[in-house]
T-cell receptor, first 115, second 113 residues
């Protein structure tokens, strides 16, 4: 049981380049999330999904896109990388948000630098 | 506006000593409060989750307290170990938004031998 896995671990992009951050979970969780963590700041929600085929915007979605074709995978796409997207990206998952003690499981993160 | 404020921003203590981290929140409505530990280069890992009816919850050497009236929480670490060096993040649930979570900026704790 690997939990939540993310690839790549590190990446450097040039301005205007595109890339996809991969996220996979093997816990059969319905809910998946993408967060970004900027230095000295709290995590901000980019996009989330409540199940295969269903995605929606979070607090900071501009410049990103997502898809959810399977329960396991939730890739995050950056189309035209900008320096403001330099951050650490975390994918997370949970079975359901209705349970009071619902717990999120986070991946190890992808550190992205745009220059 | 929903906010979670943590103090101190950073803390250095000697191995074996105790320490207490603080979290104040203005999230409404309130559902629960979580403390996460984030090791350098890793994702956050849950330590405790408390609802408004719980005053204290322990996880090994970690003890979290919650005062829902004053909207304050603390995380007490007993007999610190080098492996406790990490960022500790307070997260409050229930304030709306897609995931219903408001994250604090974290307290960076360094344990020195």
């Amino acid at each position: 049981n690997a939990g939540v896995t993310q690839t790549p671990k590190f990446r450097i992009l040039k301005i205007g380049q595109s890339m996809t951050l991969q996220c996979t979970q093997d816990m059969n969780h319905n809910y998946m999330y993408w967060y970004r963590q900027d230095p000295g700041m709290g995590l901000k929600l980019i996009y989330y999904s409540v199940g295969a085929g269903i995605t929606d915007k979070g607090e900071v979605p501009n410049g990103y896109n997502v898809s959810r074709s399977t329960t396991e995978d939730f890739p995050l796409r950056l189309e035209l990388a900008a320096p403001s997207q330099t951050s650490v990206y975390f994918c997370a998952s949970t079975q359901s948000q209705t349970y009071l003690y619902y717990e999120q499981y986070f991946g190890p993160g992808t550190r992205l630098t745009v220059t | 506006k929903n906010q979670v404020e943590q103090s101190p921003q950073s803390l250095i203590i000697l191995e074996g000593k105790n320490c207490t981290l603080q979290c104040n929140y203005t999230v409404s409505p309130f559902s629960n409060l979580r403390w996460y530990k984030q090791d350098t280069g890793r994702g956050p890992v849950s330590l405790t989750i408390m609802t408004f009816s719980e005053n204290t919850k322990s996880n090994g050497r970690y003890t979290a307290t919650l005062d829902a009236d004053t909207k304050q929480s603390s995380l007490h670490i007993t007999a610190s170990q080098l492996s406790d060096s990490a960022s500790y993040i307070c997260v409050v649930s229930g304030g709306g938004g897609a995931d219903g979570l408001t994250f604090g900026k974290g307290t960076h704790l360094i344990i020195q031998p």
